[in-house]
Structure formats: C-alpha cells, structure tokens
C-alpha cells in the first residue's frame, strides 16, 4: 500500500505482531476487558482476573496471523450479542446488489459502533468480505482504542486540524484513500452520512461529506462519471430501542439550555459499550440502489441519498407508541401494528423514562416518533 496513507490507514498483517503484543501489556484494556466479561464477579477478583484475560489472549496471539484472524476471533462475540441484545436481526436489498465489484456504503448514523458492525454482519451472512470503515479521530484518545480500532479494518477521518490549509490537506488525502481502497484494493467501504450520530432521529446526510469524495477527481471528468464510479449504495439501518436514547435526549438538552456541550473524554467509548450490551429490540438493515444518475452537485447526491434511505427505513411499534405517549391518546393512523404491539412498546419506553425529568421524556419520545413523520411525508 502507498506509504502517503499509513496515518490513516488500518493496519495490515504486517502491522500483527506488534500490535496485538502492544495490547495484551495494555492494562486499561484488560481492566476493561474483565469489567466487561465478568461484570458480575466482586471487584477483589479483577486482578486475578486480568492475568487470566492476559493469558488466554497471549495462547490466542498464535492463531492470529491476519486480519481476517482477527475478525474469525471476534465474530462468536459478534453473535453473542446479536442473540443476547436483539429480539431479531433481519437485512433487505443486498442480493439485488452487484457486489462483484467493490460498493461504498453510505448509511444513517444511529450508533457509532453497531452500524457499521451490522453492515458489517449482513455481508457476513452473505459471504461477503467485510467493509473499511471511516472512524473519526475523536475515537483515537487511548492508544488501546486506536490499536484496536485499526485492527478492524477502520481507516481514520481527520477532525482535529484547526488550521483551513492544513484541513484541505486532510480532506484530499482522505478522498484519495477512499478511491484507492476501492479500485486499487478491491475493498467495500462504511462511511455515515453525517459527522456524528443522528442524536434527534433525524437522518440528513451532508453534503460535505459527498464534496470530500469528489476532491480525488480529475479535473476533466465529469462530476456525475466520478460519482458513479464510487458506486455509492444508501443504507437504512433501523433499531426498535435505541439503548443510548437517554445520554442522546440529556445531550440535545444540555445543548439547548446551557448553549454547549462538553463532552467527557470517556463518553464515546461508554457510548460504544452501551450500544453494544444494551437492548436494541428488532433491528434491519436494508441496502438501497448503486446512486446512477446525473449530479450537478453535492447537494443532489445527499438528496438521493436521503430518498433512499427515508424510503428503505424499518418502522417498528416504538414509533407509533412515542406519538401516543407524546399526544396523551390512542392515535394508531394505520394497521401496520396492532394495539397490543404498540402497548408492549409504551411499557418499555415508560420503564426507561419512568425517573427522567419532563423535558429529557419529550425528547426521547420525540426522536422514537420521527420515522411516524418520515414515512407520512
């Protein structure tokens, strides 16, 4: 691979030994390891713990020779979480795709791990290599994170430069990468369609993101030729129960009242582990069409885009239940769910909102309800 990508690029088998050596004498990430596997077990076991943890890693470091050992590793726990955490996981439109040649797939945003992990485990389920991901570096604050980030297959988004010349730079060598995984490396791509989750339910892509991919193109070829040539394809990823939806809401409130926001260091990385253990519900994953029209611009692209995945997005009973808990009535407009699915929605949102305060349930409630809005418009 080009040496002008090794700052962003995910690592390569090359890349193993020294790697995965770094993170078994990493001691954050075998405390964080034990607290995650053995939650249950009392705090005075955690540093026998840690030594099994460390020791079993090190006997599983021999059968790791590649990537793709990595990820054979991790797949079991992939599972484990699918059937401990959803109540089912079904995927749409991927065998009407072409996917003898490599797609970038382009999807809303809801939960900064699991959807490009469940992009990820539809191309699994059909025998599909999985994806490159785009990780912003706001995620790379702990070099065990990093490690582990770039372990799997992710490639990083520079967001950190201040200077304009010096963001330039980082957007053009991002767009070049982009190209380059995808015709010279023959690899499928996840990127989402906004910086950041979609925290209001409200799924928009920006064009910004669609004028980053085209700053790679040759100045003589038409903006629409390049664009096709990306073979960008929209993905709806929709989930029942949203088990981050409560630091969302105090998130968007915080916002609202006090103007700003300050993130803690550790917030996304409780917000990955909080996604990943927390009750989803069903979740779908449907795949659109391969974009192929005439662009004029970035702002046309993100309008395909958004038509494919507003048209493609799964509503579950926990939409129609957040609009009566919202109006205070029964208020079904269609017969897409009975009563009784909507009421066993309500109970598990009242439980989640039950101690929250008024303004934290509206706004919960009011991200569920978007979807009752996006299909009826």
Not at 254 to 266: F, H, N, P, R
Not at 276 to 291: A, D
Not at 299 to 305: R, T
């Amino acid at each position: 691979m080009n040496a002008k990508f090794d700052s962003i690029r995910p690592f390569n088998d090359c890349d193993l030994p020294q790697v995965l050596g770094r993170l078994i004498q990493n001691r954050q990430l075998m405390d964080s390891l034990v607290a995650f596997r053995f939650s249950t077990w009392p705090r005075f076991c955690y540093p026998f713990l840690r030594g099994v943890t460390r020791l079993y890693l090190s006997r599983q470091r021999g059968r790791i020779k590649s990537l793709r050992d990595f990820q054979v590793l991790v797949e079991p726990y992939m599972e484990r979480m699918i059937e401990q955490t959803t109540d089912s996981f079904t995927v749409s439109g991927l065998d009407k795709l072409d996917l003898s040649q490599p797609c970038m797939f382009v999807s809303n945003h809801r939960d900064i791990a699991l959807d490009p992990a469940f992009v990820n485990w539809s191309l699994h389920l059909s025998g599909q290599d999985t994806v490159r991901i785009a990780v912003g570096d706001n995620l790379l604050k702990q070099d065990w994170v990093a490690d582990l980030i770039r372990l799997n297959k992710c490639f990083i988004v520079h967001r950190s430069a201040k200077d304009r010349r010096e963001k330039l730079a980082d957007a053009k060598l991002l767009s070049e990468y982009i190209f380059h995984t995808l015709k010279n490396d023959a690899q499928h791509i996840w990127i989402a369609q906004r910086e950041g989750r979609a925290k209001d339910g409200i799924d928009a892509t920006n064009p910004a993101i669609v004028s980053m991919l085209s700053l790679n193109k040759p100045k003589e070829q038409p903006f629409s030729d390049y664009i096709r040539s990306l073979r960008i394809v929209p993905v709806s990823i929709s989930y029942e129960f949203d088990p981050c939806d409560l630091s969302k809401a105090k998130e968007l409130y915080t916002t609202e009242v006090e103007g700003s926001y300050d993130k803690a260091d550790s917030e996304d990385i409780r917000s990955i582990v909080d996604g990943m253990v927390g009750y989803k519900g069903r979740v779908h994953v449907s795949f659109g069409q391969i974009l192929d029209s005439e662009f004029e611009n970035a702002k046309g692209v993100a309008e395909q885009i958004d038509g494919q995945i507003k048209h493609n997005y799964r509503r579950f009973p926990s939409a129609d239940a957040a609009v009566q808990m919202l109006e205070g009535k029964e208020s079904v407009k269609d017969d897409l769910f009975s009563q009784q699915q909507i009421d066993a929605a309500k109970m598990h949102l009242a439980s989640r909102l039950c101690d929250e305060l008024p303004e934290i349930k509206k706004k919960v409630l009011s991200m569920y309800a978007v979807p009752i809005k996006i299909v009826g418009e």
